[in-house]
């Protein structure tokens, strides 16, 4: 439980940290940067190498890049939903949240599994 | 319009959105060591690009500029859409540099020490500020690339 409550406040810490960077950086654009920054990443790493040792945290950020390759297919797809359609932020973002499922899974069953 | 802080936009971020940013960043954090615990390390690790407080981020983008435009008087129309769509762009070139950040962490952390994960993040930011900078100075580049070489040419 111990370990959970750590996880959560140290994710929580840094996920806040670099939205808060992001909030107070204009143009938009530019602050956008931070909504893909490793910020789950860095807490959840330093864990995990504190924890389970460096070979393991490998392993995991092997696959992260299947997950980061989802993340660029995400908001490019976010992008033309906004732009093309006449769809909220809230339902694009959300639908797009499928197809990272799909595209991370996929990337990583084909190449990294 | 180059990079520019603006600590205004802190006086109207409401506590709840700092708030629902730390639940579901810790929420997602601690979802990605569930899953790497059960399923192994292969799988947890796809979380940790999962774009969790994107959408509620995004929200709060589109909020906050339709609030913007209705004090100034001005009807907000789509707006809040083209914030949001602009943020994700930014997000793209966040993304190529995420795949390097993992790759690099994969690469090097069997055999350094802790800190290169810390190094790769510095390396996310160098990539991500520079991705950016070409696209919007793109124009630019290309313009005095080819004047360059028109005049090398003459």
Known sequence: MGDIVIRFVVGGVFVSAFALIGSVLKPKSFAGLFGAAPSVALASLALTISKDGNAYAAAEARSMIAGAAALLVYCALVIVLLKRTRCHTLAATLFAVVVWFGVAFAIWGALLK | ?154
Request: hydrophobic share 50%; proline share 3%.
């Open chain 2, 1 to 154: 319009m180059g990079i520019k802080f603006h600590l205004d936009a802190l006086k109207t971020t409401k506590w709840w959105e700092h708030l629902i940013r730390f639940v579901f960043g810790g929420a997602i954090t601690v979802i990605a060591g569930i899953i790497a615990k059960k399923y192994g390390p292969g799988v947890g690790g796809l979380f940790l690009a999962f774009p969790a407080i994107f959408p509620a981020s995004a929200t709060m983008l589109e909020r906050h500029e339709q609030e913007e435009k209705e004090e100034k008087g001005v009807a907000p129309g789509r707006r809040g859409c083209d914030a949001a769509a602009l943020d994700a762009r930014g997000a793209t070139m966040g993304s190529i540099a995420l795949i390097l950040f993992a790759a690099l962490v994969w690469r090097l952390l069997p055999n350094h020490s802790a800190w290169i994960v810390v190094e790769a993040g510095v390396l996310w930011l160098a990539v991500s500020v520079a991705l950016w900078l070409l696209r919007k100075y793109r124009h630019r580049l290309v313009g005095s690339f080819w004047h360059d070489s028109s005049s090398n040419i003459s």
